[in-house]
């Protein structure tokens, strides 16, 4: 019991500035009929921003980019998490790779 109490009391104080500071912006980016939208997307500069791709299509697509570095494969009716950024003033082009004809947007970083 001795122990429980300085521990809660660590918890908290640590609780409060970590729910206080807020975290990188969060852009919301939509797959249907495998298209991106919106297909263009503006980000802060030197920033980092959390992507929220959320997948509307039956078939699975893959966020790709080779600008950016990243590559996630988000299944049907899913959502995923894709962390960019810090990134320099500029265009980051990224497409589906399931559907690159289609599926295709960029990131402009200002
Ligand atoms: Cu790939």
Request: proline share 10%; hydrophobic share 45%.
């Amino acid at each position: 019991m001795k122990y429980i109490v300085p521990r809660l009391i660590l918890l908290l104080l640590f609780a409060v500035p970590l729910s206080a500071r807020s975290g990188p912006p969060v852009i919301t980016l939509e797959i249907r009929d495998h298209l991106f939208f919106p297909d263009t997307i503006e980000i802060p500069a030197n920033q980092k921003v959390k992507l929220l791709v959320i997948n509307r299509d039956d078939t699975a697509e893959e966020f790709e980019s080779f600008e950016l570095n990243r590559e996630k494969i988000i299944p049907g009716g899913a959502k995923a998490i894709i962390f960019i950024g810090p990134l320099a003033p500029g265009e980051y082009p990224f497409f589906g790779e399931f559907f690159p004809k289609t599926a295709q947007g960029k990131v402009i970083a200002r």
